[in-house]
Nanobody
């Protein structure tokens, strides 16, 4: 069992930066692939970024490549999402999630979800 709690969201101007954190409980955190997803009002929840258990491989949605960076610290049971050059279209609730599956981009493959943190980018 893994419990996830996101933090770090807020209101930022376009072009600014935020760093999201996702703190996990459970001794097996390091065995999970971790992902970030986001959901804008009235839209589906979409993949943003993912990182393998070792941290050696990362994956990004095309819309955030070059602007967002995912990382993890297994000693702290925490995964991060550094978001730079934010745009108004990045406004959404951001969720972190954990999976044993290698299919990192599908919401259906994730076993555990956090409650989400709101990111609002003003233009």
């Amino acid at each position: 069992q893994v419990q996830l709690v996101e933090s770090g969201g807020g209101l930022v101007q376009a072009g600014g930066s935020l760093r999201l954190s996702c703190a996990a409980s459970g001794r097996t955190f390091s065995r999970y692939l971790m992902g970030w997803f986001r959901q804008a009002p009235g839209k589906e929840r979409n993949f943003v970024a993912a990182i393998t258990w070792s941290g050696t491989s990362t994956y990004y949605a095309d819309s955030v490549k070059g602007r967002f960076t995912i990382s993890r610290d297994n000693a702290k049971n925490t995964v991060y999402l550094q978001m730079n050059s934010l745009k108004s279209e990045d406004t959404a609730v951001y969720y972190c999630a954990a999976t044993h599956s290698g299919t990192y981009y599908s919401t259906e493959e994730y076993d555990y979800w956090g409650q989400g943190t709101q990111v609002t980018v003003s233009s």
